[in-house]
């Protein structure tokens, strides 16, 4: 009986882990965006691919100087190809300018694989 509980749990851990695996494009994209509202150009810069961190470190600094907010990200795994795997949000960023309100809404965005982590690199269209 012991040994069929242990075995369960194994494999309970084993699907959670290609679980959260699975997922990892859509999490790198929503670390992203919460890295930039909340200022942290080191952490925005890390979840960019090559090619995509000078953007990121440019829309840290405009981010910034406003009262920026995530309001319910929720990314998905879309379809793969072969330089990029498309992720596809929904929420927004709202951005609070003086008393005025803006919503930029997350949309559709290429993620990549360099160095074995998923990271952003950019707007799919």
Do not use: K
Not at 10 to 22: K, N, T
Not at 54 to 70: G, I, K, N, W, Y
């Amino acid at each position: 009986m012991r040994t069929s509980i242990g075995f369960v749990l194994v494999m309970l851990l084993a699907l959670a882990g290609c679980a959260s695996s699975a997922d990892a494009p859509a999490q790198a994209v929503e670390r992203y965006f919460q890295a930039l509202v909340e200022g942290d150009a080191a952490q925005a810069r890390s979840l960019s691919c090559s090619e995509w961190e000078s953007v990121a470190q440019t829309r840290v600094t405009s981010f910034q100087s406003l009262d920026a907010e995530l309001v319910e990200p929720g990314c998905t795994v879309g379809e793969a190809f072969d330089d990029f795997t498309q992720v596809t949000c929904t929420g927004n960023i709202t951005i609070t300018y003086g008393t005025e309100d803006q919503e930029l809404p997350l949309t559709n965005y290429r993620v990549v694989q360099e160095a074995g982590e998923w990271l952003m690199c950019g707007e799919a269209e």
